[in-house]
C-alpha cells in the first residue's frame, strides 16, 4: 500500500464515519454487545468526546484523505501517569499493510508528549489480530485491575512508554 497515510485530530465531520468502522469490527468478532465500545454513549460523537479535552485525545487515520480507522488515548485513573488506548479501529480494506504498527508509535508518541510514562489497554480474547498486534509492539498482559468492574474485556496490557517514537 503506497498511498499517503496521515493522521488528524477527531472532527464532528468524522462521527459518523468512525462509528460505522468501529461497529463493523465489534460486530465481526461478534462483540456487539454490552460492555464494549459498540454501547458506549460517546461512540456517536466521539469528538465531542475527544476535542479541547486536557486528559484525552482521538486521532483519525486517513489514506488520500479518507478516513480509514481512528484511535485515542484517555487518562487512565487508576495508575499513575498512565493513558488508556482507546478505540483503535480499522476497516477491512485497509488491514493486512501495517497500518496499525503506524497507528500504535503514533498514538504512543503523543501520549508520551502529553507526560504519560505507560501505555494501558483492555481487549478481548476474540481479537486475536488485536493481541498480536499489542504484543508485538510490546505490550505485556497483566492481571484484571480491580479497579474494572462493568467490562466485557478480558484481557489486560500495559507498556512502559520510553520515548517519544513515530513522531
Do not use: W
Not at 2 to 11: D, G, K, L, T
Not at 36 to 59: I, P
Not at 91 to 111: L, N, P
Not at 120 to 137: D, Q, R
Request: contains cysteine; proline residues 2%.
Amino acid at each position: 500500500m503506497r498511498e499517503r497515510i496521515s493522521f488528524r485530530e477527531i472532527e464532528k465531520a468524522d462521527d459518523e464515519r468512525l462509528a460505522r468502522i468501529i461497529r463493523d469490527n465489534l460486530e465481526a468478532y461478534h462483540l456487539d454487545i454490552p460492555g464494549t465500545a459498540y454501547f458506549d454513549e460517546s461512540l456517536a460523537h466521539l469528538s465531542e468526546y475527544y476535542r479541547g479535552a486536557l486528559d484525552r485525545k482521538y486521532f483519525v487515520v486517513e489514506i488520500d484523505g479518507k478516513v480509514v480507522g481512528g484511535v485515542g488515548f484517555q487518562q487512565l485513573d487508576f495508575m499513575d501517569n498512565t493513558a488508556e488506548l482507546q478505540k483503535l479501529y480499522l476497516c477491512d480494506d485497509v488491514k493486512g499493510y501495517g497500518i496499525s504498527y503506524e497507528m500504535m508509535k503514533y498514538i504512543e508518541a503523543r501520549a508520551f508528549e502529553m507526560g504519560f510514562t505507560q501505555m494501558y489497554l483492555e481487549t478481548h480474547s476474540n481479537l486475536v489480530p488485536a493481541m498480536h498486534l499489542y504484543e508485538k509492539c510490546g505490550y505485556h498482559l497483566i492481571e484484571k485491575p480491580a479497579e474494572v468492574v462493568h467490562s466485557a474485556m478480558d484481557r489486560f496490557y500495559l507498556k512502559k512508554l520510553l520515548s517519544v517514537a513515530g513522531k
